[in-house]
């Protein structure tokens, strides 16, 4: 069975063409199980070697040079897509340009007539450093300092090139062993992360979802800014501090929690996280340097970060700064100003960078490799006047007791709601609240919601919290949600025109 990637109409398996459109038509779905195949005429699959989120991967051999190579096909859902198989062919494109020791090399990639998309690359006979932390803990600083000096030279070889990883983390640091021993490293999937999610920011899906595991994204990824190598940067530094420690520098039971503290608090110092163990003098205040929450804080560049890095821990590097890494803006000029004004009630200005502020919105859902985020941009809702009103109003006086409960988990249809007593600190409540403001539906159904649930949080906060899900309701033209969750904000606080408002709408015949 065949289908039209454009209007997905089936064919029967001789049929090339859709007779809608003229598009080539491709397989239903990728064939089971490759082994014993020969992939693009030239590849002759092996065996299997693991499958994940973007598709299998297989070791192959070329029927002509006899080298070994990684096959890697995509998922049915990027065969479908004609978008995706072009944003994968792009950022196949581009990586195939970085020559390095020290990053994986891709050899091919293409579409096969059956509508199979694959990436051929560098066979590497090793293990990935997740698996190596895994069996060994927390590894010496001296090995630790080896394995990161190579990943940072890799990243800087890309960052020369102008090409961002997006998703630097101890699964795609591949470790080999090399001559007496010493840890060759391999950094695998440059690029890929957009190639899959999308030409945003991050690695976001046309639903909203986040593919991956979020814990080594920097803040400005978490909040969906533009990128540049500075956020690969910042991935590094919490792989090294990982290597280091065996732990994330911001600790927390959940994944969710683990993120809300990245973007509110100051990360652990080594010494916290690991009393029983020793650490170069200087290495602190070299990662809290790459650890900054604003791009412009860090390292501008991997040579740099790699120079410092290696003087503390003994490794003789230079003190070359590299080239310094083009800063990118923020998507939504208008939103980055507003979110410049937002009051943060005695919080330290430096702990809330306006990236950092549009980032607080993650959302429960109990998979840890799921998460929604709401970037600038198209599909951004703006929200009615009223609730910049009702936001001013609230600023003035957030005081107030916890007093009254929110509509009932049946009422929501949500069991989540009263499941996730996040740890956020009841002080920043205003300031994520106004973060979501201009944040799509979505984001805010779930986002509000943790706020209006977090213990401590004041009685107008949570009113304004039930009065942004009320709206996102509305847009969403649930007017039955809608209106319970605005009669519950005016409970709380009856001065909440923007409540009012959607109360005289829905309650309209």
């Known amino acids: 069975m065949k289908i039209c990637p454009v209007c997905s109409t089936e064919y029967p398996d001789d049929v090339k063409f859709c007779a809608n459109d003229g598009q080539t038509l491709r397989a239903a779905a990728p064939t089971a199980d490759l082994v014993g195949q020969v992939v693009a005429d030239r590849y002759h699959v092996l065996k299997k070697l693991g499958e994940g989120g973007m598709g299998q991967v297989y070791l192959a051999e070329h029927v002509k040079m006899g080298r070994r190579s990684a096959i890697k096909v995509m998922n049915p859902s990027m065969v479908h897509d004609p978008d995706a198989v072009a944003r ?128 080594f994204m920097s803040p400005e990824q978490l909040s969906g800014d533009k990128l540049d190598g500075r956020s690969d940067l910042y991935s590094l530094a919490l792989v090294l501090f990982k290597t280091l420690t065996g732990k994330l520098p911001f600790e927390a039971t959940t994944v969710q929690e683990t993120m809300i503290k990245r973007l509110t608090d100051e990360p652990v110092k080594l010494a916290a996280a690991r009393p029983d163990l020793q650490f170069p003098t200087g290495l602190q205040e070299t990662l809290d340097a790459a650890l900054a929450r604003s791009p412009v804080d860090r390292y501008q560049s991997a040579a740099k970060f790699a120079a410092d890095a290696g003087a503390v821990l003994g490794l003789g590097r230079g003190a070359g700064a590299g080239a310094p890494i083009p800063a990118t803006r923020a998507d939504g000029d208008e939103k980055t100003q507003l979110l410049d004004r937002v009051a943060t009630k005695g919080v330290k200005r430096r702990s809330l960078t306006p990236a950092v502020i549009g980032a607080v919105v993650v959302l429960g859902g109990g998979g840890a490799a799921v998460a929604v985020f709401g970037g600038g941009g198209k599909g951004t809702r703006q929200v009615a006047p009223s609730v910049r009103a009702d936001t001013a109003s609230r600023r003035a006086d957030t005081g107030g007791a916890r007093t009254a409960s929110g509509p009932s988990r049946r009422e929501t249809g949500a069991a989540r709601i009263g499941a996730h007593r996040t740890a956020i600190d009841p002080t920043k409540a205003g300031v994520i609240l106004d973060a979501l403001i201009d944040r799509p539906p979505a984001v805010i159904l779930d986002s509000a919601q943790l ?28 007017n039955t949600l809608a209106l319970r969750w605005a009669n519950q904000g005016l409970a709380l606080d009856a001065t909440l025109s923007s409540c009012r408002q959607i109360v005289q709408t829905v309650s309209q015949p």
């Open 88 to 215: 994968f062919n792009r950022e196949a494109a581009n990586a195939s340009r970085i020559t390095h020791p020290n990053v994986c090399a891709i050899y091919d990639f293409g579409e096969t007539p059956d509508g199979t998309i694959y990436l051929a690359m560098e066979f590497i006979e090793g293990e990935p450093l997740t698996d190596v932390l895994a069996r060994e803990g927390a590894l010496p600083a001296h090995r630790a300092g080896h394995i990161f000096l190579q990943v940072a030279d890799a990243l800087q070889a890309a960052h020369d090139l102008g090409i961002v990883h997006r998703d630097l983390k101890p699964d795609n640091i591949m470790i080999s062993r090399g001559r007496e021993g010493s840890d060759v490293v391999k950094v695998v999937d440059f690029g890929i992360a957009k190639a899959v999610g999308g030409d945003d920011s991050q690695k976001v899906t046309k639903t909203g979802l986040v593919v991956g595991t979020p814990e």
């Open 451 to 478: 706020v209006y649930n977090a213990a401590g949080v004041g009685q107008k906060d949570r009113a304004f919290a039930a009065c942004l899900v009320a709206q996102a309701y509305s847009s969403k033209h649930d």
